[in-house]
Each structure stands twice: as structure tokens, then as C-alpha cells.
T-cell receptor, first 116, second 114 residues
Framework: AQKVTQAQTEISVVEKEDVTLDCVYE???????LFWYKQPPSGELVFLIR??????QNEISGRYSWNFQKSTSSFNFTITASQVVDSAVYFC?????????????FGIGTKLQVIP | EAGVAQSPRYKIIEKRQSVAFWCNPI?????LYWYQQILGQGPKLLIQ????????DSQLPKDRFSAERLKGVDSTLKIQPAKLEDSAVYLC????????????FGSGTQLSVL
């Protein structure tokens, strides 16, 4: 079975601080995909990034960056110079095989509060 | 491009009543998913359709939940009879093909069972 662990349930930072959201995953697959989604207070989950298991290049997109390390089964997400609009719940997810099916497993989410 | 449409946005029912949710995925998306998100938890897959066929319903409580996607486009999820623990947000998502693609989510239906 596959599993996604987000150990931080809630984080509060002051605006302009950097913050890193941790994600650790478990899978027996050699080919899999990792994702981050954002769920703002409005409720709709929004895709942020997808990474496949063969691509360990870190990625930067504006104030967002992602660090994928297969050796530690981690896919961490950093927001630089956080803003109030970053306040949301962030989910890490894994697409792989579980129970005989190809499925997406989500972590429980990390609630980020950015204080002005 | 229109997004994933869901209705209703909110629903309040009493336990043992029945309820139905509707979802229309993005045009051309063959795969449709229903997720249940209980407060404070991540989305949990209930059922996945590929066109009008069921791919995975291993976590669907089949004694009370049912879903269909008759023409391979829109879908309905039903709960009958509802229990208190069914209170959650029900999210519909779609992808063009497989689960390796990014999911496009609707706004969800918030269900409260009293």
C-alpha cells in the first residue's frame, strides 16, 4: 500500500517569512508521480506541481520551490517571502499502485496561516 | 475552458434520508473521480470511472453509496440512507486519461447529516 505523510498539521508564519511544508511518501512502485495541491478557504483544490519518480531536479516557480529526494522519500515545498494569499491547506499526493489499482493517495494536509 | 461543475454546493439532511450529488467534468475528460473529504483530512477516493466504466470502487461503501456515469460524461453519486459520519465535502475531479495527470477539481458539495 502507498502512503503520504504530512507531519505538520498547522503552521503559522509572519508575512515575508519563508516556510517549508514537509511531505514523506511510501510506495513499492519504481514509477510513480508526486503532486502538490492548494486548497484555499473557498474549498476548490488547485494543482501546483507534478513530478515523476525519475526526475529529481528541483523546481522553482516564482516564490514556490520543490525539493524532491528519492533517497529520503521526500517531496518538500517551500514558499519564499510568504504572503497572506498563501494562506490555505496544502496537500501532497502520490499516484501509484495500491490494492491492485492505480490511484492517487493524499496526505492529511498542512494548514498554512500567513499573518500580516 | 469550463471547469468541473458540481451541484448542489451545500446540502443539509437528516440521518436515514437520501441525497444525490451531480458532477459534470471538463469536456473531453475520460476519467472522473469522486472523493470524500472529512474535515481535517485529505481527500479519499470513493470511485473512479473511465468513460462509463468503473475502474476502482474499492473504498466505496456499497451498502449505502452508489454512483453512475451512464453516458460517459456527467455523473451522480447517491447516499441512501445517510449516516452522521457521512458529513463531509464530496469532491468531483476529472482528468483526460490516467491518474498520473493533474486532477481538475470542482468546488465540492458540503454535506451535513443531522
Amino acid at each position: 500500500a502507498q502512503k503520504v505523510t504530512q507531519a505538520q498539521t498547522e503552521i503559522s508564519v509572519v508575512e515575508k517569512e519563508d516556510v517549508t511544508l514537509d511531505c514523506v511518501y511510501e510506495t513499492r512502485d519504481t514509477t510513480y508521480y508526486l503532486f502538490w495541491y492548494k486548497q484555499p478557504p473557498s474549498g476548490e483544490l488547485v494543482f501546483l506541481i507534478r513530478r515523476n519518480s525519475f526526475d529529481e531536479q528541483n523546481e522553482i516557480s516564482g516564490r514556490y520551490s520543490w525539493n524532491f529526494q528519492k533517497s529520503t522519500s521526500s517531496f518538500n515545498f517551500t514558499i519564499t517571502a510568504s504572503q497572506v494569499v498563501d494562506s490555505a491547506v496544502y496537500f501532497c499526493a502520490l499516484s501509484g499502485h495500491s490494492g491492485g489499482y492505480q490511484k492517487v493517495t493524499f496526505g492529511i494536509g498542512t494548514k498554512l496561516q500567513v499573518i500580516p | 475552458e469550463a471547469g468541473v461543475a458540481q451541484s448542489p454546493r451545500y446540502k443539509i439532511i437528516e440521518k436515514r434520508q437520501s441525497v444525490a450529488f451531480w458532477c459534470n467534468p471538463i469536456s473531453g475528460h475520460a476519467t472522473l473521480y469522486w472523493y470524500q473529504q472529512i474535515l481535517g483530512q485529505g481527500p479519499k477516493l470513493l470511485i473512479q470511472f473511465q468513460n462509463n466504466g468503473v475502474v476502482d470502487d474499492s473504498q466505496l461503501p456499497k451498502d449505502r453509496f452508489s454512483a453512475e456515469r451512464l453516458k460517459g460524461v456527467d455523473s451522480t453519486l447517491k447516499i441512501q440512507p445517510a449516516k452522521l459520519e457521512d458529513s463531509a465535502v464530496y469532491l468531483c475531479a476529472s482528468t483526460r486519461g490516467s491518474t498520473n495527470e493533474k486532477l481538475f477539481f470542482g468546488s465540492g458539495t458540503q454535506l451535513s447529516v443531522l
